[in-house]
């Protein structure tokens, strides 16, 4: 099945314990992000990249980290986690960043809850 | 920078009848993609619907229609034979992939859908 696998799904960690959410997909996609969802505010991009070795900030990248050394791989790593990150993580990836139409739909992972005490 | 709004943050409508969501939007883009996001109480993000903005043609999947108004900036989503489990949050987004070749999504607040038996 076609699919985007976050890891884990729900954590509750403290503040400062360094921690990765981990993502990956098995169709051979090149494009990858992550989105935090907090209420009232809809979902806003983090981290983004085009293709292996290739990532780029998004909208909120403050306190994150991602690296793309595989095309199927694109972790999420908290090197030191505060309360204002707790939220609802999730993962997508399309065929690709751009191009024609279709190949930019993004498939979403099934989401990762994180809570900083 | 692209914004999306969502003004209504909850809405209810009765089993079988029609409903419909309001988006608005803000762009300099003149080629992009709209799109609509259905959110259960699972999180999972679900695609609805998916306009092209060179498209005049109103998008359909189904029960699901869109009202698309390019020089209104409206995008607006109707729910047709309302069925229970419509009940969701509903995101509206906004895409332009060839702005910074990053396809990220721009969201709306989201609206809460409440489909009453």
């Known amino acids: 099945e076609a699919q985007v696998t976050q890891n884990p799904r729900y954590l509750i960690t403290v503040t400062g314990k360094k921690l990765t959410v981990t993502c990956s997909q098995n169709?051979?996609?090149?494009?990858m992000s992550w989105y935090r969802q907090d209420p009232g505010l809809g979902l806003r991009q983090i981290y983004y990249?085009?293709?292996?070795?290739?990532?780029d900030k998004g909208d909120v990248p403050e306190g994150y980290k991602v690296s793309r050394k595989e095309k199927r791989n694109f972790p999420l790593i908290l090197e030191s986690p505060s309360p204002n990150q707790t939220s609802l993580y999730f993962c997508?990836?399309?065929?690709?960043?751009?191009?024609?139409?279709?190949?930019?739909?993004?498939?979403f992972g099934a989401g990762s809850r994180l809570t900083v005490l | 920078a692209q914004t999306v709004t969502q003004s209504q943050p909850e809405m209810s409508v009765q089993e079988a009848e029609t409903v419909t969501l309001s988006c608005t939007y803000d762009?300099?883009?003149?080629?992009?993609?709209l799109f609509w996001y259905k959110q259960p109480p699972s999180r999972q993000m679900i695609l609805v619907i998916r306009?092209?903005?060179?498209?005049?043609q109103n998008a359909t999947e189904n029960r699901f229609s869109v009202n698309f108004q390019k020089a209104a900036k409206s995008f607006s989503l109707k729910i047709s034979d309302s069925q229970l489990g419509d009940t969701a949050m509903y995101f509206c987004?906004?895409?332009?992939?060839?702005?910074?070749?990053?396809?990220?999504?721009?969201f709306g607040k989201g609206i809460t859908l409440s489909v009453r038996p």
């Open positions: 169709m051979n996609h090149e494009y």
């Open positions: 762009t300099s883009e003149n080629n992009y993609y």
């Open positions: 987004a906004f895409m332009a992939p060839w702005v910074g070749a990053n396809s990220k999504l721009t």
């Open positions: 990249s085009m293709n292996v070795e290739v990532t």
């Open positions: 997508a990836s399309s065929l690709s960043g751009q191009g024609p139409s279709g190949a930019n739909v993004l498939t």
């Open positions: 306009q092209e903005a060179y498209k005049q």
